[in-house]
T-cell receptor, first 116, second 111 residues
């Protein structure tokens, strides 16, 4: 199946700093990428949907200015958590769809963010 | 709104069959999925079923869909300790449309 990578796999940062998480589709062109957030023992909550070359569509309650999403190419999307605070600590997972694989989303391995 | 419900926990012995159940509310869902998540990892698609199907079998996995009752189940035959994980069911309209996930069922397989 298609492979999606995320970098970094885990990150620890100080409160007030910004953190960038990358999501890459390694062997297909991802027309659409999704960003999810998962709290411990909880389900995945969709944060935003991004299409290459256009602005991301954010879910209700997700702050656009805090979670900046850029989908600059068909193989890369980035999520930047700006001015991170401890309550932003979570597991962030991206998924990607496209390249003719129209009925599947392929998930990255996730990034564990801990804000001190 | 859309909602997907799952039981939270299932414990079985190695070699037994496991059945994980899911109910959903969106009758317009086109695709229904089962994902597996191991600790600290992303989601792995196990299988999916199109809404006009009743059953799909893939090796040890059997998916049953009762569209009338909006009930989906995943049966794992000959469950192994390596099957221990959290299993999520999800629904979507297909294509690149949004996936709506259940809260996940933790499957614990004991030797």
């Amino acid at each position: 199946g298609a492979v999606v990578s995320q970098h970094p796999s885990w990150v620890i940062c100080k409160s007030g700093t910004s953190v960038k998480i990358e999501c890459r589709s390694l062997d297909f062109q991802a027309t659409t990428m999704f960003w999810y957030r998962q709290f411990p023992k909880q389900s995945l909550m969709l944060m935003a949907t991004s299409n290459e070359g256009s602005k991301a569509t954010y879910e209700q309650g997700v702050e656009k200015d805090k979670f900046l999403i850029n989908h600059a190419s068909l193989t890369l999307s980035t999520l930047t958590v700006t001015s991170a605070h401890p309550e932003d600590s979570s597991f962030y997972i991206c998924s990607a769809g496209g390249g003719g694989l129209w009925n599947e989303q392929f998930f990255g391995p996730g990034t564990r963010l801990t804000v001190l | 709104g859309e909602d997907v419900e799952q039981s939270l926990f299932l414990s079985v012995r190695e070699g037994d069959s496991s059945v994980i159940n899911c109910t959903y509310t969106d009758s317009s869902s086109t695709y229904l999925y089962w994902y597996k998540q191991e600790p600290g990892a992303g989601l792995q698609l196990l299988t999916y079923i199109f809404s006009n199907m009743d059953m799909k079998q893939d090796q040890r996995l059997t998916v049953l869909l009762n569209k009338k009752d909006k009930h989906l189940s995943l049966r794992i035959a000959d469950t192994q300790t390596g099957d221990s994980a959290i299993y999520f069911c999800a629904e979507s309209w297909g294509g690149y449309s949004t996936l709506t996930f259940g809260k996940g069922t933790m499957l614990l397989v004991s030797p």
